[in-house]
């Protein structure tokens, strides 16, 4: 496994093919909230003969760990502390991604980020737009604040990662259990199970700091105006039954650029790319073999 330094936390990465070919562009894969890199394989094996695919668990998910320090004895409410001093903004987590290019050495590069990984991808492009040749959004969107919604959204998700018992992994089928309200569709036990062990182990700190951080007044004044300021070609693809981020969301958002194709596949919810992965590899292949320039015009007519 290899890990590289980003800002004092040792960031796990991962490259399909293992052995990197000169000249060969490279795809960076961003995982979504309480998720790790490793469910994005398949997509970038697939895609692995034209692109060098860059995988990475973002800070504080997946084998991507916070570094801790024990904390004094006198304080009974924790075992250790979080020593990190960098919050949890999204575009904190752009700039992470952007201090990880630097460090692997690479330039320009093409994104695929899903969810709240797609929330990151979208500031990225606010923030260093030159250094990607095209984007794929998917599952985001855009949502209007609601004080009273929010609220209650936060409190629940402060009880969903503060009560994370690792014995649930045990009970029979919890994987489809857990995964059930993300898809249209089950996916096998096997991959299930592997999304709830990555929600178990991921950092208390990091996943409840995201969850105030991409549901936020904030974020719904940010994320249309990110959205708006795309001038990278940049395709948004939705799950037709997707209850975590509505089809809307995503249409709204994608009509907010000229730069942004808008793209839905019927049948599917949360993670299209696994529920349907012909037809979402299809329209991927399709959207980046495009090698012209492309203008607004152009984009806006397809």
């Not at 249309?224 to 990278?232: D, K, L």
Request: hydrophobic residues 40%; glycine residues 6%.
């Amino acid at each position: 496994m290899a890990y590289i330094s980003v800002r004092g936390v040792e960031h796990y990465y991962q490259w399909i093919p293992e052995v990197r070919t000169p000249g060969k562009p490279v795809m960076v894969f961003i995982h979504g909230w309480g998720g790790s890199a490793s469910y994005w394989q398949d997509t970038a094996i697939a895609l692995s003969t034209d692109f060098d695919c860059l995988l990475y668990d973002l800070r504080g998910f997946g084998r991507s760990k916070l570094p801790r320090l024990p904390i004094p004895k006198n304080n009974h409410q924790a075992d250790t502390q979080d020593t990190g001093e960098i919050g949890y903004d999204l575009e904190e987590y752009a700039i992470d991604l952007n201090l990880l290019l630097d460090q692997l050495g690479l330039g320009e590069v093409y994104l695929n980020g899903h969810s709240v990984g797609a929330s990151i991808s979208t500031l990225f492009l606010r923030m260093y737009g030159d250094r990607v040749k095209q984007a794929i959004l998917t599952c985001s969107g855009i949502f209007t604040y609601e004080a009273k919604s929010f609220a209650a959204f936060h409190q629940f998700g402060g009880y969903v990662v503060k009560f994370r018992p690792q014995w649930f992994q045990s009970i029979p089928f919890a994987g489809q259990m857990f995964m059930a309200r993300f898809l249209h569709k089950p996916l096998p036990e096997s991959v299930s199970k592997k999304f709830l062990a990555d929600f178990l182990m991921a950092d208390y700190e990091a996943a409840l700091g995201t969850i105030y951080t991409s549901v936020s007044q904030h974020a719904s004044e940010v994320m249309p105006q990110a959205f708006a300021q795309i001038h990278t070609p940049t395709l948004l693809v939705s799950g037709e039954k997707d209850i975590i981020i509505p089809a809307a969301m995503g249409k709204s958002a994608a009509s907010l650029s000229p730069y942004v194709e808008y793209y839905e596949i019927p049948a599917t919810a949360h993670f299209p790319m696994l529920e349907a992965p012909e037809i979402y590899l299809a329209k991927v292949r399709d959207f980046l073999h495009i090698n012209k320039e492309i203008t607004p015009a152009e984009t806006s007519a397809s």
